[in-house]
T-cell receptor, first 120, second 111 residues
Framework: DARVTQTPRHKVTEMGQEVTMRCQPI?????VFWYRQTMMQGLELLAY????????DSGMPKDRFSAEMPDATLATLKIQPSEPRDSAVYFC??????????????????FGNGTRLTVT | AQSVTQPDIHITVSEGASLELRCNYS??????LFWYVQSPGQGLQLLLK??????LVQGIKGFEAEFKRSQSSFNLRKPSVHWSDAAEYFC?????????FGAGTTVTVRA
């Protein structure tokens, strides 16, 4: 079964430290998302990429968060410096967006198991 | 703007009883609608989706959902709940993948 892989599963760090979360999307998927889940806010879209290019990162605090796709098999989400309010579960998801010429039906999103981040 | 409302934060149901989870959405065009399930410590797993066509959609694990445009609803149902169905359920709406998720409904199954 193809799956989205996220590392690390858990991360505990002190405020001010840099945190990097990694995601390996499903091979062949061209769209990658980063979501953050907290009790208070639920699931929030932080950023997403299509064919490695950022399409929307309006949900992401720009001063400390950055998201990249160095290649098609790796997406990263970095927080520098981290703050206690960043504590949350961060999910990566991937899918295959098909253009109109290919039927226009996107595949469903597949989610990784998340990175649980605790910033003390 | 798109949004999803799941009116029930928590539902408790007896094993073997039926389950219905409510979802209301707001979307400017014909919506793509989804139900996801999340078990503790896990990511979200797709239960079913609606793009177009038949308004009654069958999913995995015996779940189904019905799209009602007039009510802007996409309620999830299961005729007979199993203890393994205890989880959090999220309704989502969107197009081109930019999904908005509801706050989720936690389902507890009692023996």
């Amino acid at each position: 079964d193809a799956r989205v892989t996220q590392t690390p599963r858990h991360k505990v760090t002190e405020m001010g430290q840099e945190v990097t979360m990694r995601c390996q999307p499903i091979l062949g998927h061209n769209t990658v998302f980063w979501y953050r889940q907290t009790m208070m806010q639920g699931l929030e879209l932080l950023a997403y990429f299509r064919n490695r290019a950022p399409l929307d990162d309006s949900g992401m605090p720009k001063d400390r968060f950055s998201a990249e796709m160095p290649d098609a098999t790796l997406a990263t989400l970095k927080i520098q410096p981290s703050e206690p309010r960043d504590s949350a579960v961060y999910f990566c998801a991937s899918g295959l967006a098909r253009g109109v010429d290919n039927g226009g039906r996107n595949s469903p999103l597949h989610f990784g198991n998340g990175t649980r981040l605790t910033v003390t | 703007a798109q949004s999803v409302t799941q009116p029930d934060i928590h539902i408790t149901v007896s094993e073997g009883a039926s389950l219905e989870l409510r979802c209301n959405y707001s979307y400017g065009a014909t919506p793509y609608l989804f139900w996801y399930v999340q078990s503790p410590g896990q990511g979200l797993q797709l239960l079913l989706k609606y793009f177009s066509g038949d308004t009654l959609v069958q999913g995995i694990k015996g779940f189904e959902a019905e799209f009602k445009r007039s009510q802007s609803s996409f309620n999830l149902r299961k005729p007979s709940v199993h203890w393994s169905d205890a989880a959090e359920y999220f309704c989502a709406v969107g197009g081109d993948y930019k999904l908005s998720f509801g706050a989720g409904t936690t389902v507890t199954v009692r023996a």
